[in-house]
């Protein structure tokens, strides 16, 4: 009895409904677009078909920027065009202007997902654009999101650290974060791009960035990589901070084509056990997370890095 007891989150034993914690899937862009393999659009769909399966309610699952810059990720209106649409399931796209707007609505995007670099070097190499560029251009993708109604959220990437030019200066991504917010999105997301951060520099982020949008301005979202194993501190530190809405990749595969050596997103099955654990419903199946995964590297024809896949839950009978 101790360890069927054991097995059932607290939040349950309390008797209480859990807070929920929402989880953005991003393995078929994200993951993907900075994996070795080369998925077919099938195989992509495949993907989003089982994530959905497992509870996903937000998945990141196309990228509308330039075909030349990220081939990867230029069968977007394909894979699009063939997920599956239960009520409740949305889908956003990555668009860094107008035009990715216009492909992202005809696809049938649920939601619009800009991204502005916090260090100058990066986004010149990432975005092709200095920040003030993408800034404005930032304000443009969102003002034709809303138009075509559409769900509007902006990542601040190397919010924490850039591989090029090191440390980012937090007053730099507080005042970033003001200006993004300007034209009103759902979201604000401060991204670890290379996966540098720790919980006390993440909790002090968030909390400035907090500080200075206010109430009633858009929420926010963390994105964590686990370059150096840091990823889940960081969730937990942000939890603390009111950070309720977080990205990870099944399996943890993925990276950023163009951060040198930014390997691995937090893997979506260690977080969900983490949340769960910690009292927090993250409202998804963690053994179909886990079978998903199993899958996934079949289809990558390698292995991914998360722990709980290969763990499993919380051990015992019927676990
Ligand atoms: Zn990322």
Redesign the pocket.
């Known amino acids: 009895m101790a360890l069927e007891a054991a097995k059932i989150p607290r939040s349950m034993l309390d008797g209480h409904m859990a807070e929920s914690i929402q989880i953005v899937e ?1 393995a078929p862009r ?1 993951g993907l677009q900075a994996d070795p393999a080369d998925l077919t659009t099938a195989q992509k769909i495949e993907l989003v078909e089982r994530l959905s399966a497992a509870g996903h309610t937000r998945i990141e699952a196309a990228s509308f920027v330039s075909p030349a810059a990220v081939p990867k990720m230029a069968d977007g209106d394909a894979v699009m065009a063939g997920v599956p649409r239960p009520d409740g399931v949305s889908y956003s796209a990555l668009a860094f202007n107008t035009r990715g707007v216009e492909r992202a609505v005809a696809a049938g995007a649920d939601e619009v997902t800009g991204v502005v670099v916090a260090s100058e070097t990066f986004s010149q190499k990432n975005q092709n654009a200095s920040i003030a560029e993408s800034v404005e251009r930032w304000r443009q993708v969102c003002e034709a999101a809303q138009a075509a109604d559409l769900r509007t959220s902006v990542i601040i ?1 190397a919010a924490f650290g850039c591989p090029f030019e090191g440390r980012v200066d937090p007053g730099v991504v507080v005042d970033l974060a003001e200006q993004l917010a300007e034209p009103g999105p759902v979201e604000v997301a401060l ?1 670890d ?1 290379i996966g540098v951060a720790v919980p006390t520099g993440v909790a002090a982020l968030f909390a400035s960035v907090a500080d200075r949008l206010g109430t009633g301005g858009p929420q926010l979202r963390a ?1 964590f ?1 686990n370059t150096r194993n840091t990823a889940l501190a960081n969730i937990a530190a942000a939890i603390d901070g009111g950070v309720r809405t977080f ?1 990870s ?1 099944l399996g943890g595969v ?3 084509p163009f951060a040198p050596r ?1 390997t691995g ?1 937090v893997p979506t099955e260690d977080v969900v056990y983490m949340v769960e654990e910690m009292g927090f419903d993250a409202g998804l199946d963690l053994d179909a997370l886990i079978a998903t995964t199993g899958w996934l590297e079949e289809q990558l024809q390698h292995p991914t890095p998360g722990l709980v896949a290969k763990a499993g839950g919380w051990p015992g009978a019927n676990a």
């Open positions: 991003v994200d990437a991204a791009t994105h990589h990205d990749s993925g990276g950023c930014a997103n």
